[in-house]
């Protein structure tokens, strides 16, 4: 069974920084192509990274530039590095493996696994 367990979200600034963790079990991590999805109140959860088992990364345009994807797959892990934070980037933040063509484009691609971890709360201060 597939478990999914984030971690390092918190309470930050406007402009802060936070890397979050996602730690994988039961899955054969270095095949799987790897999203941050983030879910804000009254709103649906939307994907705004991948990173390919060949380690390309593709974001939403609402991130780019500020977030990095990264993994390691000897620690079955997949990072994201959050800078430049604002407001609008309070979520809760979840991983899953991702299903679809990468290159169609973020809104081509769906969750793989059913069960999601519990998420990791992320909070920017204005």
């Known amino acids: 069974q597939v478990q999914l367990v984030e971690s390092g979200g918190g309470l930050v600034q406007f402009g802060g920084s936070l890397r979050l963790s996602c730690a994988a079990s039961g899955t054969i991590f270095s095949r799987d192509t790897m999203g941050w999805y983030r879910q804000a109140p009254g709103k649906q959860r939307e994907l705004v990274a991948i990173?390919?088992?060949?380690?390309?990364?593709k974001y939403a345009d609402s991130v780019k530039g500020r977030f990095t994807i990264s993994r390691d797959n000897t620690k079955n892990t997949v990072y994201l590095q959050m800078n430049s934070l604002k407001p609008e980037d309070t979520a809760v933040y979840y991983c899953?493996?991702?299903?679809?063509?990468?290159?169609?484009?973020?809104?081509?691609?769906?969750?793989?696994?059913?069960?999601w971890g519990q998420g990791t709360q992320v909070t920017v201060s204005s």
């Open positions: 899953n493996a991702v299903l679809g063509r990468w290159d169609y484009g973020l809104g081509s691609l769906a969750p793989r696994f059913g069960s």
């Open positions: 990173i390919t088992s060949s380690s390309i990364t």
